[in-house]
């Protein structure tokens, strides 16, 4: 339930649309591109970035037939125009749903927002349900505004009214201009943006003011589950600072959001199992980058867990997230 696709082309929107920030891709050799911004080199992927059938030939040896599928971060354009923004989200949009219409057996998909202009991704949010999407990817934080803030109530209510399943990923890390050397963005500042988005939602009361919306959090919630301690101690010695827009423990909220199951630990998986119930875990990979779980569940078949905890992470909880039907896909 955790897997990312882009087009295999894009267009050059910084000559489009005049300034910079975009991502193009320069297919410099077979099989293989690489993502740049303006002149500097973000990333090489390899065509199971953007190839259905290469991805499902590749699943195959995990024993996995169906992959929910969702932007890269870096494509989400927050930074940009709004306008510009919602034309960027609509191509991404498009392209996942024209994937799922041909492969409807082995890809379902979640759209992208134009999360700077909660209104435009508002009425994005209708369109996404028109062309069989059923939920979205948004980014931790939103140009470093946090999800609990008032004026994104509007997304999480057309989420609600249109059953549309929410992931919530990590992005824009906060300290990387100081956090240049040893890949530390990634390591130590995705699991902290995990933790604050959570936070952000769970102490602005965010679930209770949408009680059906659905929330999965990337990377079995970052920092959160491991630092719940903490971040219940803090609520209970300084309320004034911490209960002040929610007056709910932290820990109430555990087993009301799913988190997926990518901890590359089973002693942490055990914790978060312990913590959330099987049916709040999904199977998370983060396919096809290699920071994500690429021997798709192979520790989680390791662990002895009991069959019916293993079918819940494998699929169960997945299915409940998305509200969909396991005859659908057989």
Same mark, same amino acid.
């Given at each position: 339930?955790?897997?990312? #696709?882009?087009? *295999? !082309? =894009?267009?050059?929107? &910084?000559?489009?649309?005049?300034? /910079?920030?975009?991502?193009? @891709? $320069?297919?410099?050799?077979?099989?293989?591109?690489?993502?740049?911004?303006?002149?500097?080199?973000?990333?090489?992927?390899?065509?199971?970035?953007?190839?259905?059938?290469?991805?499902?030939?590749?699943?195959?040896?995990?024993?996995?037939?169906?992959?929910?599928?969702?932007?890269?971060?870096?494509?989400?354009?927050?930074?940009?125009?709004?306008?510009?923004?919602?034309?960027?989200?609509?191509?991404?949009?498009?392209?996942?749903?024209?994937?799922?219409?041909?492969?409807?057996?082995?890809?379902?998909?979640?759209?992208?927002?134009?999360?700077?202009?909660?209104?435009?991704?508002?009425?994005?949010?209708?369109?996404?349900?028109?062309?069989?999407?059923?939920?979205?990817?948004?980014?931790?934080? #939103?140009?470093? *505004? !946090? =999800?609990?803030?008032? &004026?994104?109530?509007?997304?999480? /209510?057309?989420?609600?009214? @249109? $059953?549309?399943?929410?992931?919530?990923?990590?992005?824009?890390?906060?300290?990387?201009?100081?956090?240049?050397?040893?890949?530390?963005?990634?390591?130590?500042?995705?699991?902290?943006?995990?933790?604050?988005?959570?936070?952000?939602?769970?102490?602005?009361?965010?679930?209770?003011?949408?009680?059906?919306?659905?929330?999965?959090?990337?990377?079995?919630?970052?920092?959160?589950?491991?630092?719940?301690?903490?971040?219940?101690?803090?609520?209970?010695?300084?309320?004034?600072?911490?209960?002040?827009?929610?007056?709910?423990?932290?820990?109430?909220?555990?087993?009301?959001?799913?988190?997926?199951?990518?901890?590359?630990?089973?002693?942490?998986?055990?914790?978060?199992?312990?913590?959330?119930?099987?049916?709040?875990?999904?199977?998370?990979?983060?396919?096809?980058?290699?920071?994500?779980?690429?021997?798709?569940?192979?520790?989680?078949?390791?662990?002895?867990?009991?069959?019916?905890?293993?079918?819940?992470?494998?699929?169960?909880?997945?299915?409940?997230?998305?509200?969909?039907?396991?005859?659908?896909?057989?």
């Amino acid at each position: 339930m955790h897997t990312h #696709i882009m087009p *295999k !082309n =894009l267009p050059d929107w &910084e000559a489009k649309f005049g300034y /910079d920030g975009f991502i193009r @891709l $320069d297919h410099h050799r077979k099989s293989w591109a690489r993502m740049m911004q303006g002149d500097k080199f973000f990333r090489e992927i390899n065509e199971n970035c953007w190839d259905p059938n290469v991805r499902i030939d590749e699943y195959k040896a995990f024993n996995t037939s169906v992959q929910v599928v969702c932007t890269i971060p870096v494509l989400f354009a927050y930074f940009a125009k709004p306008e510009h923004g919602l034309e960027v989200a609509k191509y991404l949009n498009d392209d996942i749903a024209e994937l799922i219409k041909k492969y409807p057996k082995n890809y379902i998909g979640l759209g992208t927002l134009p999360m700077q202009s909660p209104d435009l991704a508002v009425k994005e949010l209708y369109r996404i349900k028109e062309i069989g999407l059923v939920g979205v990817q948004i980014g931790s934080n #939103i140009e470093n *505004k !946090n =999800l609990h803030e008032p &004026e994104f109530y509007p997304i999480w /209510d057309a989420c609600e009214k @249109l $059953d549309l399943a929410v992931l919530v990923h990590p992005w824009n890390m906060m300290g990387s201009k100081h956090m240049g050397r040893y890949w530390l963005p990634w390591l130590v500042g995705m699991p902290a943006e995990t933790s604050r988005a959570m936070c952000s939602m769970i102490f602005g009361g965010v679930f209770d003011k949408y009680p059906k919306l659905r929330v999965n959090f990337c990377h079995a919630s970052g920092s959160f589950m491991a630092t719940l301690g903490r971040i219940e101690h803090g609520f209970n010695c300084r309320p004034d600072l911490v209960a002040i827009d929610n007056p709910i423990n932290p820990r109430e909220y555990c087993g009301k959001f799913w988190v997926d199951c990518i901890t590359h630990d089973p002693l942490m998986l055990e914790y978060i199992l312990k913590m959330q119930g099987p049916k709040r875990v999904t199977l998370g990979s983060d396919y096809p980058f290699p920071l994500g779980d690429l021997e798709i569940g192979a520790f989680i078949n390791d662990m002895n867990l009991d069959y019916e905890v293993v079918n819940d992470i494998f699929c169960n909880s997945t299915l409940e997230w998305l509200n969909l039907k396991r005859e659908q896909f057989l």
